[in-house]
C-alpha cells in the first residue's frame, strides 16, 4: 500500500487512505480524478473535474525514510516538456 499525494492547481495533499502500490499510472490518474471530485483532498473539491485533468501528469513513486511507499501525481516541469 502507498500514500497518494497529488499536486493540482498549486495545492499539494496526501490522500487519507493508502492505495495500492501496484497500481498502473492510468489508474493513479483515474483515482486521483475521483479523489478530487468527491473532495477527498483537503481544501480541494472539483466536482465537474474533467476526465483528463490528469493525463498528462508525471506519476512518481519513492519509498520514504521508513520503508513506507509513497505515489506522487504532479505537473510536468515547464521545461523540456512538450505540454
Do not use: H, W
Not at 497518494?4 to 483515474?30: E, F, K, Q, W
Not at 471530485?37 to 498528462?56: H, K, P, T
Request: net charge positive; proline share 5%; hydrophobic share 35%.
Amino acid at each position: 500500500m502507498a500514500i497518494l499525494n497529488i499536486t493540482y492547481n498549486g495545492m499539494s495533499a496526501d490522500y487519507g487512505r493508502p492505495i495500492d502500490d501496484r497500481s498502473s499510472d492510468a489508474d493513479v490518474r483515474r483515482y486521483a480524478v475521483e479523489i478530487v471530485r468527491s473532495g477527498g483532498l483537503r481544501g480541494l473539491c472539483i466536482a465537474n473535474l474533467a476526465n483528463d485533468a490528469f493525463d498528462y501528469y508525471v506519476v512518481d513513486r519513492f519509498d520514504g525514510p521508513q520503508g513506507q511507499k509513497r505515489i506522487y501525481l504532479r505537473p510536468k516541469v515547464p521545461f523540456g516538456a512538450d505540454r
